[in-house]
């Protein structure tokens, strides 16, 4: 099944419309296709015709491809396609206590998680499904919350010394390890996946920079993409739900 979306007017003036790449939507292969095969795909408008990349695919697989004009029936939000909306380092361009920016510097995952759940990706950041694609914001605040909790309670008994204050001192350390590398990673893979429905090509670092900027500018990482997937000139941001956007709110995808 693909998803559908069109693009909608806005104000990006300085960002060329007509002859941007295309924002790219998700199929679903229905079986083992190799690499060049077609076949129809059902969408909300009807049917599409669909060519498989060149390396195939496996049942069940969720891959890329350019958006037909055709196709654009589901409202979502105006962002550009080829370029971001504005630079990594303009966090504070909606003001200092824009909600994009306080989650992004004080809970920069569940900021990420907002993302992830309105592109529909998985909590491991990679493309999802109608039903997987749902649930990343759940399973990462879960996440976040079990370790915050965990951390606070190795804290205490580490800090209260004793038979066991060693063993809870490397388990501390080692969950923190673990978390903060699934936090790269997931960053990592959230970005690569925003750029690539989107069609925005690496600007430095070729090959590594989602890995560079979720590692080392993870907060105005999540910020940037917040802004690209949130149209914030229109709609208010909000502080508590899934995707950050209020009900009435388009979609990114």
């Known amino acids: 099944m693909a998803s559908t979306t069109e693009n909608l007017g806005g104000d990006y003036k300085d960002l060329p419309r007509v002859e941007s790449p295309?924002?790219?939507?998700?199929?679903?292969?229905?079986?083992?296709?190799?690499?060049?095969?077609?076949?129809?795909?059902?969408?909300?408008?009807?049917?599409?015709?669909?060519?498989?990349?060149?390396?195939?695919?496996?049942?069940?697989?969720?891959?890329?491809?350019p958006e037909p004009d055709s196709s654009r029936t589901k409202l979502r939000i105006d962002a550009p396609t080829g370029k971001w909306k504005d630079g990594l380092f303009d966090c504070f361009t909606y003001g200092i206590l824009h909600p994009s920016v306080c989650c992004a510097c004080w809970f920069t995952q569940v900021g990420m998680a907002q993302i992830m759940q309105r592109m529909h990706l998985t909590w491991l950041g990679s493309l999802g499904d109608e039903i997987t694609g749902r649930k990343a914001f759940k399973v990462v605040v879960t996440i976040f919350l079990?370790?915050?909790?965990?951390?606070?309670?190795?804290?205490?008994?580490?800090?209260?010394?004793?038979?066991?204050?060693?063993?809870?001192?490397?388990?501390?350390?080692?969950?923190?390890?673990?978390?903060?590398?699934?936090?790269?990673?997931?960053?990592?893979?959230?970005?690569?996946?925003?750029?690539?429905?989107?069609?925005?090509?690496?600007?430095?670092?070729?090959?590594?920079?989602?890995?560079?900027?979720?590692?080392?500018?993870?907060?105005?990482?999540?910020?940037?993409?917040?802004r690209h997937t949130g149209e914030y000139e229109k709609y208010h941001a909000t502080w508590l739900s899934d995707n950050g956007m209020p009900d009435h709110a388009p979609s990114a995808v």
């Open 146 to 226: 079990a370790y915050t909790i965990f951390q606070f309670c190795l804290g205490l008994l580490v800090e209260q010394g004793g038979e066991y204050s060693e063993y809870a001192y490397y388990i501390k350390y080692g969950v923190e390890f673990v978390f903060v590398a699934w936090s790269i990673y997931v960053l990592m893979k959230t970005r690569e996946n925003v750029r690539r429905i989107y069609s925005i090509p690496e600007e430095n670092l070729h090959g590594c920079e989602d890995l560079c900027c979720s590692a080392f500018c993870s907060c105005c990482t999540v910020a940037q993409m917040a």
């Open 22 to 65: 295309p924002i790219m939507i998700r199929v679903t292969a229905p079986a083992n296709l190799p690499g060049g095969y077609t076949f129809e795909a059902n969408t909300d408008s009807g049917t599409l015709t669909v060519t498989v990349p060149p390396k195939g695919v496996s049942a069940g697989e969720i891959f890329l491809i």
